[in-house]
């Protein structure tokens, strides 16, 4: 926790940044929901965020003065510095593209960027904007500046925006905010301070423009395993394929289509991260020499594609473990234990977790799975459970081979 961190037995104060943004709206619910929790909120808005709602909104649900302008509180002389120390958490919901450009950049022209400048509390921050914005490379540029300083950014829903277009940009739910917010602080976060990367859903490999060779994945594991993850405190990197799951808001989600781009991208996050779960069913195989217009069956041999073998991103990963934890996955049809051992061998990984796809109730697509978990020890049988139970079980195990690697 930062300069403000809360004694035994006191309520962590979290410090809620409001920006001039239509979503300003919810964060009424947010400071409803972080109170529900156990949380003190103070508030502190921009001066367009006024414009959306009133700060007497916010004096009333918390009990508190409404930070907006530098020199509004002549008790407080130096309020940024008095703001900053007092927090235990900074929560920027909703974050405007100016707010993360001010953070990115270390402008300090308020009350708002001059408190996140002197903060040495921990930092979420809640993107809302219209997707153009949201999708605009200086944007994106500068989330990454933040997630590379630690802040924890927070992805937006995709959906219906207010400006009426489609897209990444909302806001999410102010009861995700507001779990998300509690992991930061460290409670109930028994993996605060990791960073987990996951690959989740299948690959496309392209045999011209409008045709691949592909799987039936439907990306739920992996979204199972996020969604554990960042309950769990992580901060969670999802590297996702072509998949039918939706990403939890709370992950930072890198979408690719083929092996190449996931091995890429996954090499990318675990730069700095301390778990890798492999749950992608990544192709074995691509077009040697995929062609650049639709090809024709009548006469370009669409019976004969010469293949060629896929990046192996799990190996690829063992290969730079270094003392981190690194999970594989095994989609198997018979002799389930015994594939997964020798998987488990052959890449290098600490545990495989092998299901048996040729099931009904464990196959691509379904809400349950039948998985067996194999390590270094051996082999466990796991019940049929669905992935969501799966993907806690998968974690409370990953724990424990942290705490025996530490």
Known sequence: MGAGSAAAGERP???????????????????????????????????????????????????????????????????????????????????????IAKMAHGIADDLMSTTLLATRAPVLVA???????????????????????????????????????????????????????LAVLGQGGPLAGEHVLITAGGTHEPIDPVRFIGNRSSGKMGAALARAALRRGARVTLVLGPATAEPPAGARTVRVETAAEMLDASLDAFADATVAICAAAVADYAPAHPADHKLKKSREHLDRIELRETADILAALSARKQGRTVIGFAAETSDVVAYAAAKLARKGCDAVVANDV?????????????????????????????????????LDRAQELRRCAK
């Open 13 to 99: 104060c979290v410090l809620l940044c409001v920006t001039g943004c239509i979503a300003a709206y919810k964060s009424a619910e947010i400071v409803r929901q972080l109170q529900k929790r156990g949380a003190r909120v103070k508030v502190l808005m921009t001066e367009h965020a006024t414009r959306f709602v009133g700060p007497t909104t916010f004096r009333a649900l918390t009990h508190e003065k409404v930070a907006v302008g530098l020199f509004d509180d002549p008790e407080d002389p130096i309020h940024h510095i008095s703001l900053a120390q007092e927090a235990d958490l900074v929560l920027v919901a909703p974050a405007t593209a100016n707010i």
């Open 127 to 181: 993107p809302a904007m219209n997707v153009q914005m949201w999708e605009a490379p200086a944007t994106q540029d500068n989330v990454r500046v933040l997630e590379g300083r630690g802040v924890r950014v927070i992805q937006p829903d995709s959906g219906y925006l207010a400006c009426g277009d489609v897209g990444g940009g909302r806001l999410p739910e102010p009861s995700l905010i507001a779990d998300l917010a």
């Open 358 to 394: 040729s099931r009904p109730d464990s196959g691509f697509g379904s809400d349950t799975d039948k998985a067996w978990w194999v390590d270094a020890a051996g082999a466990a049988e796991l019940p049929c459970m669905t992935k969501d139970e799966l993907a806690g079980e998968i």
